[in-house]
C-alpha cells in the first residue's frame, strides 16, 4: 500500500493484512460513498498484536536505543508527515466530512506533536535525589511495555500523534484502535511509522467495534495502560476494566461546556467566538461551547446578532474551499442529533435558527444539519444537561456573577469554558472558579500541546499533553546505591 492509496487492510503486529473480524464499511458522510471497504480486528487480532508488540519492546534495536535516537525516529516521523500532509488531510476529510482548512490544521497539528515529543524526550531528566544516608538515590523511569490508544472519529489523526508521540518517547509499543467509522488516515499514519524506521510491530492500527476490539485491548493482560478519549458512558466502563488490572488510564471523555458573555464583552469578538466554539467540526468536538451564557441585558442584542450570523454559516462538503459547516460524521449520527433537537422542543426550547435538515438539493446526498441555535430552556433541562454532540447551542441568560457561576458549574461535566471580557482581573476570577480543565478568555478551541489538557468530574481522569505525558507512560523505579564500606550492623 503506497502513502498515497485509500487503506483496505488493518496493520496488525507489523503486518499489513485482512482483520479477522466483520466486513467495515468507510463512507463519505458528505455524499453517502463508500470509499473503503476494510475487514475490522477480532479479539484474536489484538491478541497477536500484542504479544508482538510486548516482544518488540524487548528487542535490542527498540529497548537500547538512546532516548536522542528515539527523539531521531519521532522527528522522521513529523517530517514525513508534513510531507504527505495534503493527501492524508483530504482522506480525512473524505472520511469524516470535516473541511480542508479543518484537516490540514489536524495533520501540521500532529506533525508538530512528534517533533515536540522528540524535543522533550531530549530534554526529559529524572531525579538524583538528595541524600538521608551512605547510599546515593535516584529515579529512573522505565517502559510499561504495551500501551492501548483508543482515539475519536471527530479528529483521528492528531488524536493519533497526542497518545502514539509520547508512548513511543518513553519505549512502549501501541495498539491503536481508531473510532470504527473513521479508521483510514490512522491506517495511512501507520504507514509513515514504518516508513521512518519504527520498528513495524511497534505500532498496529486495529479499526473495529468498541465493544469487541476497544474492550479486548483494555482486558489483555499485556496491556498496561490504557489512553482513552470518546464518550463518558463507554470512558465509565473502560474505567472500571482498568481498575480491575491496576491498571493506569488517562481519559478524555464528555463535556457540556459554558461559553460566557460578560458584560463589558466586544460583542463582534464574542458572536464570532462562539460560532467558532460550537458550530466549527459540526459542533463535533468535547470541547465545544454549546451551553451559552449571556447577561440578561444583552440577551435580545446578543441572541440577534448570534442567528444572523449562524444563518449566514456555508453549509457543505469539506472539500468546498467555501464551506464552514460540514456534514456530521454518519446519517445515524445526524438523525440522533435531529432527534435531541425534537425532545428539545419537546421540553419547550424555541428554534432561532436550524433544527432542521437543510432543504438544498444539492446536500441532499449528505448527512447535513443547519447550524441551530435554541432558547426558552433552563439550565436544569436535559437539554442543557446531556450533550449533543453536534451543531447545537442553547442561549441561557443569567442575572449576575454569582448566578453564572453556579448555572454554568451546574453539570456532571467540566471539561472547558470560554470567556469573553475586557476586565482582566474579573477574567482571572471567573477562571478561578470555573469548574473546567482548559479556560479560554477572549479566544476558543486553541491549543498547544506543550500545555497540559485535562477534564474535571465526568470529563476525564489524567493529563495529556505537555512535557509530562512520557513519563505518564512509564514506571517509575528507585534505585539505592550503597557507599558504605561497613557491612550493615544489624546482622552484627
Not at 515536540?116 to 535516584?138: D, H, K, N, S, V
Not at 440577551?299 to 456530521?328: C, F, I, K, M, Y
Request: glycine letters at 10%.
Amino acid at each position: 500500500m503506497a502513502s498515497s492509496e485509500v487503506p483496505d487492510e488493518i496493520h496488525v503486529a507489523g503486518r499489513w493484512r485482512t482483520g479477522r473480524g466483520r466486513p467495515l464499511g468507510c463512507v463519505d458522510p458528505a455524499t453517502g460513498e463508500v470509499i473503503a471497504e476494510l475487514t475490522a480486528a477480532s479479539p484474536d487480532d489484538v491478541d497477536e498484536a500484542a504479544r508482538a508488540g510486548a516482544a518488540a519492546t524487548a528487542e535490542p534495536e527498540w529497548r537500547d536505543l538512546y532516548p536522542h535516537q528515539r527523539a531521531r525516529l519521532l522527528t522522521r516521523v513529523g517530517d514525513l508527515v508534513e510531507q504527505h500532509a495534503e493527501e492524508l488531510a483530504r482522506l480525512q476529510t473524505r472520511n469524516t466530512g470535516k473541511a480542508l482548512a479543518e484537516t490540514r490544521a489536524l495533520v501540521a497539528s500532529a506533525a508538530g506533536t512528534f517533533r515536540f515529543y522528540a524535543a522533550a524526550l531530549e530534554t526529559t531528566e529524572t531525579p538524583l535525589t538528595p541524600q538521608r544516608g551512605p547510599y546515593l538515590t535516584m529515579g529512573v523511569a522505565e517502559p510499561i511495555g504495551v500501551v492501548g490508544a483508543i482515539t475519536p472519529w471527530n479528529s483521528p489523526i492528531a488524536s493519533d500523534a497526542q497518545k502514539i508521540a509520547p508512548a513511543l518517547a518513553a519505549g512502549n509499543a501501541v495498539l491503536l484502535k481508531p473510532a470504527e467509522a473513521t479508521p483510514l488516515v490512522s491506517l495511512a499514519l501507520a504507514r509513515l511509522l514504518v516508513d521512518a524506521g519504527v520498528p513495524p510491530a511497534l505500532v498496529s492500527v486495529l479499526p473495529g467495534r468498541g465493544s469487541v476490539v476497544g474492550e479486548a485491548i483494555v482486558r489483555h493482560p499485556l496491556v498496561g495502560k490504557v489512553s482513552f478519549t470518546g464518550g463518558t458512558d463507554t470512558g465509565r466502563l473502560v474505567g472500571r476494566l482498568a481498575a480491575d488490572k491496576f491498571m493506569p488510564l488517562t481519559s478524555e471523555l464528555g463535556g457540556k461546556s459554558p461559553t460566557i458573555v460578560l458584560p463589558d464583552a466586544d460583542l463582534d469578538q464574542a458572536v464570532a467566538g462562539i460560532l467558532y466554539g460550537i458550530f466549527s467540526s459540526s459542533g463535533q468536538s468535547c470541547i465545544a461551547g454549546s451551553r451559552i451564557f449571556v447577561p440578561e441585558q444583552l440577551h435580545g442584542e446578543v441572541v440577534d446578532r448570534l442567528v444572523t450570523a449562524a444563518q449566514r454559516l456555508r453549509v457543505g462538503p469539506g472539500t468546498n474551499p467555501a464551506s464552514q459547516v460540514g456534514p456530521l460524521v454518519t446519517f445515524s449520527h445526524r438523525d440522533r442529533v435531529a432527534a435531541l433537537v425534537d425532545r428539545a422542543r419537546e421540553e419547550g426550547a424555541r428554534v432561532l435558527c436550524g433544527g432542521r435538515v437543510p432543504d438544498d438539493p444539492d446536500l441532499a446526498a449528505g448527512a447535513y444539519y443547519l447550524p441551530t441555535l435554541l432558547d426558552g430552556l433552563t439550565n436544569d433541562s436535559r437539554t442543557c444537561q446531556e450533550e449533543i454532540f453536534g451543531p447545537v447551542g442553547v442561549v441561557l441568560p443569567y442575572r449576575d456573577e454569582d448566578d453564572l457561576i453556579a448555572q454554568a458549574n451546574d453539570t456532571v461535566f467540566g471539561l472547558a469554558c470560554g470567556l469573553w471580557t475586557r476586565d482582566y482581573r474579573r477574567a482571572w476570577r471567573i477562571a478561578r472558579r470555573i469548574d473546567a480543565g482548559t479556560v479560554w478568555i477572549n479566544t476558543y478551541k486553541q491549543f498547544s500541546i506543550s500545555t497540559p489538557f485535562s477534564g474535571m468530574k465526568a470529563s476525564g481522569v489524567g493529563t495529556d499533553k505537555g512535557r509530562d505525558a512520557i513519563l505518564q507512560h512509564t514506571r517509575q523505579k528507585s534505585i539505592y546505591w550503597g557507599l558504605d564500606e561497613d557491612p550493615l550492623p544489624w546482622a552484627g
